[in-house]
């Protein structure tokens, strides 16, 4: 798969909005930002974003602090923008029990 880094932060921008409509599927959303992308392309996008979300999880239960959390995830994931870093990083240490 060969995805620009630009879809897959815009992509990786909507999983993390709070407000989302849950009945939506998250790779309708992205098809419908991105419709040149087919049906294939997007549920594979969506996978990356839950994959990513998954693991910022995880090792939010073992980082020392956020800033140690956003050097995990970039190191698995790095092609996220440090502003989408930043929220995936912010969101998992705010969800995970300490």
């Known amino acids: 798969m060969n995805i620009s880094r630009h879809i897959l ?10 407000e989302n409509n849950p009945a939506e599927k998250l790779s ?9 992308l087919s049906k294939q392309e997007s549920l594979d996008i969506e996978k990356i974003c839950k ?12 980082a020392q602090n956020q ?8 190191d ?7 502003h989408n870093l930043e929220n995936i990083s912010r969101q998992a240490w705010f969800w995970v029990p300490k």
């Open 76 to 82: 698995r994931y790095n092609f996220i923008f440090p």
């Open 51 to 62: 994959d990513v979300k998954r693991y910022a999880l995880e090792k939010a239960k073992i």
């Open 28 to 36: 309708a959303r992205i098809r419908g930002l991105f419709p040149e």
């Open 67 to 74: 800033q140690e959390l956003s050097v995990l995830i970039s």
């Open 9 to 18: 932060n815009e992509a990786l921008d909507l999983s993390l909005e709070w």
